[in-house]
């Protein structure tokens, strides 16, 4: 998400000379659920609990910000956050809210999996919606949302 802030607390907050640094230490700590790079000073910020924690603005443009990049899942190659929704642009990309209706979970990743422009997905009972642009888009909210079930491909 090259520009784009996502709340979390802070782990560590050191620099690095490229984003593929700032990356290392994130796996090299296992703490570090995702990492926030910043230019032109290099700082590198590892971080927890995404979405929910203190530091950062989810979905904040900065300039200044190189990447966010997730480091490490927590559902099979996936980061998920129970009861929270993330707003997105839903596929296929023609400018309206779609939801796949009766589909399990398993098959909704799957759809994710192998649709390419999918970055992440909001299940919520038995409706899945395949998303792209997290933070940004016309489809969902950012925030608590008692119910939903928002997962990120980790790559």
Excluded at 17 to 33: K, T, V, Y
Excluded at 44 to 51: G, N, S
Aim: include cysteine.
């Amino acid at each position: 998400m090259p520009g784009m802030d996502m709340a979390g607390w802070d782990v560590v907050a050191t620099s690095t000379n490229d984003l593929n640094g700032c990356l290392a230490l994130c796996a090299a700590d296992s703490r570090c659920i995702f990492a926030v790079r910043v230019l032109p000073a290099g700082a590198c910020y590892l971080k927890d609990t995404p979405l929910t924690g203190g530091n950062g603005v989810n979905g904040k443009p900065w300039y200044t910000i190189e990447a966010t990049c997730w480091a490490r899942p927590n559902d099979g190659t996936y980061y998920c956050v129970d009861d929270f929704d993330v707003l997105g642009n839903d596929l296929p990309l023609d400018g309206n809210c779609h939801a796949l209706l009766n589909i399990s979970e398993a098959d909704c990743r799957a759809a994710c999996d192998q649709t390419s422009s999918c970055t992440f997905y909001v299940l919520s009972g038995s409706w899945c919606a395949l998303k792209t642009n997290a933070f940004q888009g016309n489809c969902g909210v950012t925030g608590p949302f008692t119910g939903r079930k928002t997962c990120f491909k980790v790559f």
